[in-house]
């Protein structure tokens, strides 16, 4: 059967039915957008200073992304104009006589390139990057002293702010301009000195939290013990010697029966995820296990996901990481002739709450994976669609139907480029307001 | 694109537009970017620049890459994009009446009426987009594509022209459904009843693209007919 419409447009619409179904797709999508916009400007604009977690967002890098979505988008549209022209391929040392074939292989490499920026550097940055709250206001206070007080000599003639007639202590006076003016308190213009009343209220009630990296932590090393067993748990004794074999005890001597039937120390100064799968095991097979901190041990790592009750797990009473060595944003500092950021050591004890940039950090950051993980689906399913036709199997067409295949493309370029438009709101949106 | 924009000459004038567009999508990139770096602005003032510029570029893209410029006469197209933005705006300014959310409007409690009137908005404008969107779809009236030059002049030559042949009525409005007045659709079916045989010469003729691949295609599909279809096919025929 033959698909009416592929290449000629129908007399009733005036176009190819695939354009026709396409701007149908199309205004199903400026739905889908339109409705995630609306949210995130309506969230936008009614959250109070303070609450928008703006200036978090790297403008260079996301114009450049930008940058490559245009070139891409032109790309497309070249491509288009080549197939008109009939020329499938032309030579690749030679871009001004270049094909289809090549741009849209260009087109291919910037989406990737879109996409390796976003999904490689964008995000995963983000998810290293940490906001910590603290339970007191007094912790608070000190530790941004702590973290910013070396830069005095920089910032000396800031000590005194003349508006207000007072003098700040220093640190205080740095991060209320350097920092936390930019980054959450961006609208000045909804009430005069708004941001400043927000930031001091915040300050006060220790409400601020503190941006930056964790180096490293002191994660607890635990001692697991085995207090007992229960013949009724429908694990044989066979099944439950072979489990503790299994997570390392000797299988000679009887050994394994002795820990079953008396009881004792397990594995020794193990890390967490070996004491909990550990824990796991035994569990299911009958054992009552009991874990213990027995000490802590540094570790020089960046942590993914970090959250809260991460930190403060109880085992056994103690909490699992018992300190984290956190570098602070803006507090670069020379030493031994490279640049730092300044690290302080943060008591769990004493956090409220730990978040990373993930999407349970903010509004603003649920929103934002939202669409730009929506976005990118847009771009990654645009890439099948470009291999699929610069695949002979897609090819096929061009040598069947050239007018069809042109059709096709110019589909194609139509869905490339609103994908484009999107990303052309999304970037003041995200990056700037 | 209709296909009238598709000589060498007028591909290589759009390749030209196309580069200059680039140019200006880089360029108002590069200005926002430049604007939110020197810039202090308030929410305000930077939502207006930057979603300024923003409109600027995707007219760019739009008007130029997506074609638009040159298929803005297929109203089909419009209709389905202002329908879907006028469906749009009006289901977010329901959302916005039926929560009494719009930030800083002044009032602290949403009167009853705004919920009253977004709920009876909720039922009209679904009814009002469906029943637009069927009516216009349905319409073969509709397209004034492009391949359709001087549409208005033909339906003079048809009004003026009484001795009109009827073949070439037919013709013509086969080839023109959508500018056909009801002065001469009274000439299509006074022309129509004694002139079948002779219409379906005109349409044959129209459809000179009838590939033979297709006709043998049928053909294959008649032969697989039974022999009781067969003599009605013939008997037919």
Redesign the interface.
């Known amino acids: 059967m033959e698909i009416p419409y592929t290449v000629k447009a129908r007399p009733d619409t005036g176009l190819y039915n695939g354009k026709l179904g396409l701007w149908l797709f199309l205004a199903s999508e400026v739905m889908l957008f339109g409705a995630l916009f609306s949210s995130y400007v309506l969230l936008r604009v009614g959250a109070a200073d303070g609450t928008w977690s703006m200036g978090l967002m790297d403008i260079v890098v996301g114009a450049g992304n930008t940058m490559v979505l245009i070139a891409s988008s032109m790309f497309v549209v070249l491509a288009w104009a080549q197939l008109k022209l009939g020329n499938l391929s032309g030579p690749w040392l030679s871009p001004r006589s270049w094909g289809y074939i090549q741009w849209k292989w260009a087109t291919v490499a910037c989406a990737v390139l879109f996409l390796v920026v976003k999904w490689g550097y964008e995000w995963p940055s983000k998810f290293v990057h940490y906001d910590v709250w603290f339970k007191d206001s007094a912790v608070l206070h000190n530790k941004v002293e702590e973290g910013y007080h070396y830069d005095g000599e920089v910032h000396k003639d800031e000590l005194w702010d003349e508006e207000k007639d007072k003098k700040f202590s220093l640190a205080r006076l740095y991060l209320e301009k350097e920092i936390y003016v930019e980054r959450f308190f961006k609208t000045y213009s909804e009430e005069e000195g708004g941001s400043h009343t927000a930031f001091n209220k915040a300050w006060d009630t220790g409400s601020l939290a503190l941006s930056g990296h964790i180096n490293g932590y002191e994660e607890a090393q635990i001692n697991v013990e085995v207090t007992g067993w229960k013949s009724d748990s429908g694990v044989s004794e066979s099944e439950a010697d072979k489990i503790l074999v299994g997570l390392g005890v000797s299988g000679e001597k009887g050994e394994a029966k002795q820990l079953r039937s008396q009881g004792g120390l397990l594995k020794e100064k193990v890390g967490y995820e070996v004491a909990k799968r550990a824990e796991y095991q035994l569990t299911k097979a009958g054992f009552s296990v009991a874990l213990s901190v027995v000490g802590y041990e540094s570790v020089e790592s960046h942590p993914y996901f970090w959250r809260t009750g991460r930190i403060n797990e109880d085992i056994g009473g103690k909490p699992r990481v018992k300190s984290i060595l956190f570098a602070l944003d803006d507090s670069h500092h020379e030493k031994d002739g490279e640049t730092h950021h300044k690290e302080i050591t943060i008591n769990t004890s004493d956090v409220k709450r730990l978040n990373s940039y993930e999407p349970k950090h903010s509004t603003f950051f649920g929103i934002y994976y939202t669409i730009t993980g929506l976005h990118a689906a847009h771009v990654f399913g645009g890439i099948i669609v470009m291999l699929y036709n610069l695949l002979p199997i897609g090819l096929a067409t061009w040598h069947r139907d050239r007018e069809q295949y042109a059709n096709r493309i110019e589909c194609f370029g139509l869905f490339w480029h609103f994908v484009d438009l999107v990303w052309i709101f999304l970037f003041p949106i995200l990056y700037i307001l | 694109?209709?296909?009238s924009h598709?000589s060498?000459n007028f591909?290589?004038h759009?390749?030209k537009l196309?580069?200059l567009?680039?140019g200006v999508?880089?360029a108002g990139?590069?200005i926002?970017?430049v604007i939110?770096?020197s810039f202090?602005m308030?929410?305000?003032?930077?939502?207006i620049v930057?979603?300024s510029?923003?409109l600027v570029?995707?007219g760019c893209?739009?008007v130029i890459?997506?074609?638009y410029k040159w298929?803005m006469?297929?109203i089909?197209?419009t209709w389905?994009?202002l329908?879907?933005?006028f469906?749009?705006a009006g289901m977010?300014g329901l959302?916005?009446w039926a929560e009494g959310?719009l930030?800083?409007w002044g009032r602290e409690e949403v009167p009853i009426v705004w919920p009253i009137l977004a709920s009876l908005l909720g039922i009209v404008l679904p009814v009002s987009f469906t029943f637009l969107t069927v009516k216009v779809l349905s319409?073969?009236t509709?397209?004034?594509?492009e391949?359709n030059a001087e549409p208005k002049a033909n339906v003079e030559v048809l009004n003026s022209e009484s001795d009109t042949e009827p073949k070439a009525i037919v013709a013509v409005a086969e080839s023109q459904?959508?500018i056909i007045k009801p002065k001469v659709k009274r000439a299509v079916r006074k022309a129509e009843p004694d002139t079948k045989p002779k219409a379906k010469r005109a349409v044959r003729k129209a459809e000179p693209d009838t590939k033979p691949k297709?006709k043998r295609a049928v053909r294959k599909a008649e032969s697989d007919t039974k022999p009781k279809a067969k003599r009605a096919v013939r008997k037919k025929k």
Request: hydrophobic share 55%; no cysteine; glycine share 4%.
């Open positions: 694109m209709s296909d598709d060498p591909i290589q759009l390749i196309f580069y567009v680039g999508l880089v990139t590069l926002t970017v939110d770096v202090e308030s929410l305000g003032t930077a939502a930057g979603l510029i923003a570029k995707a893209v739009v890459f997506m074609h298929d006469k297929l089909m197209i389905t994009m329908l879907t933005f469906f749009f977010m959302i916005m959310d930030p800083r319409q073969s509709a397209v004034e594509a391949s459904p959508d297709a």
